[in-house]
C-alpha cells in the first residue's frame, strides 16, 4: 500500500514537472523560458533545454549573458549527438567570443564533433579529413593545451582510418588483376603515408603486384618488370625480415629468378 502510494506521488511530480516545462515552452514569458531552459539543462535535460535556448536566442543576443548561453546550446546539441549542429554553434561561439575562457573549450568540441562525424573508413572520408584539420588548426592555436594528449589520440585515430581507406583502394586493384593500377596505388600511398602502420602490407602487396604483372607479361617487357619486381622484394625484405609475409614473399622471390635470363656479354 505504502509503495502504491510513493508510486502514485512519484508519477503526480512527473506529471506536473512535465506540465510545468510544456506550460513555459507554449507560453510567451522570455525570462520563465530562459530559467527553464537552465533547469532542464543542470538536469541533463538536454534537449528541452536546447528547445527552451533556442527560442530565447534572440531575444538575448545583445546580453552579457547570450555568452553562456550559447555555449549551452552548443553542449546540449553535442550531448545529443547532433554533432554537425553542436560544430556549428561551438564555431559561432568562437568567433562571437574569441576572447572567453570558454573559447578553447569550445575549439576542443568542434574538432570532437568532426571526430564523431567521422564514418567507418569504407565511405566517404571527408569528415575524417576535416576533423584532420581541425586537429592542426587547434594545435597551432593551443600548442600547451590540457587537451593536447586527447587530440593527438584523436588525430592518430582519424589518420589510422585514412590510412586504412587508401591502403584498401590499392588493395581492391591488385584483388582485380589490375597490377599495373595496384602498383601506382601502392607508391602513391606509401609516399602519402610512409610512417604508416599498413606500410608493410602496403610493400608485400607492391612486391606481389608487380610479380603478377611481371610472370604475366609478354617477352618484350618481361625482363623489366621481372627486375622492378625483384627491386621491389629487396625493399619489403630490407625492411621486414620478420615479417609474417616473408616466406610467401620468398616463395615469389624464386619464381622471378627462374625467369630472370642471364644478360649477355658484348661481342
Same mark, same amino acid.
Given at each position: ?88 554553434? @561551438?564555431?559561432? $561561439?568562437?568567433?562571437?567570443? &574569441?576572447? /572567453?575562457?570558454?573559447?578553447?573549450? #569550445?575549439? =576542443? *568540441?568542434?574538432? +570532437? %564533433? ?71 596505388? @601502392?607508391?602513391? $600511398?606509401?609516399?602519402?603515408? &610512409?610512417? /604508416?602502420?599498413?606500410?608493410?602490407? #602496403?610493400? =608485400? *602487396?607492391?612486391? +606481389? %603486384? ?58
Amino acid at each position: 500500500m505504502i509503495k502504491k502510494f510513493f508510486i502514485v506521488i512519484i508519477g503526480l511530480i512527473f506529471l506536473s514537472s512535465c506540465s510545468e516545462y510544456q506550460k513555459v515552452y507554449n507560453g510567451k514569458d522570455i525570462d520563465a523560458k530562459y530559467k527553464m531552459a537552465w533547469k532542464m539543462y543542470e538536469k541533463g535535460k538536454y534537449r528541452k533545454a536546447e528547445e527552451l535556448f533556442h527560442q530565447v536566442d534572440k531575444f538575448y543576443k545583445f546580453k552579457p549573458t547570450y555568452q553562456r548561453l550559447l555555449f549551452a546550446r552548443a553542449m546540449s546539441l553535442y550531448k545529443m549527438k547532433d554533432y554537425f549542429s553542436a560544430g556549428e554553434l @561551438f564555431r559561432k $561561439f568562437t568567433r562571437l567570443f &574569441p576572447e /572567453s575562457s570558454k573559447a578553447e573549450e #569550445a575549439d =576542443f *568540441y568542434i574538432v +570532437k %564533433a568532426y571526430y564523431e562525424l567521422s564514418p567507418k573508413y569504407s565511405v566517404d572520408q571527408a569528415y575524417t579529413t576535416r576533423g584532420i584539420e581541425e586537429i592542426q588548426q587547434f594545435l597551432k592555436r593551443y600548442p600547451l593545451s590540457k587537451y593536447k594528449d586527447e587530440i593527438n589520440q584523436m588525430n592518430e585515430n582519424l589518420t589510422h582510418k585514412l590510412e586504412k581507406k587508401y591502403f584498401e583502394i590499392s588493395k581492391q586493384y591488385y584483388d582485380l588483376d589490375l597490377y599495373k593500377s595496384a602498383i601506382v596505388a @601502392f607508391n602513391n $600511398f606509401l609516399a602519402d603515408y &610512409p610512417g /604508416s602502420i599498413y606500410k608493410a602490407d #602496403a610493400l =608485400f *602487396y607492391r612486391f +606481389k %603486384a608487380a610479380a603478377d604483372l611481371a610472370l604475366n607479361s609478354v617477352e618484350s617487357k618481361k625482363q623489366k618488370r621481372l627486375q622492378q619486381a625483384i627491386d621491389y622484394y629487396k625493399n619489403f625484405i630490407n625492411k621486414y625480415s620478420e615479417s609474417p609475409y616473408k616466406k610467401e614473399a620468398d616463395k615469389i622471390f624464386e619464381k622471378l629468378k627462374k625467369e630472370v635470363k642471364p644478360k649477355k656479354n658484348p661481342a
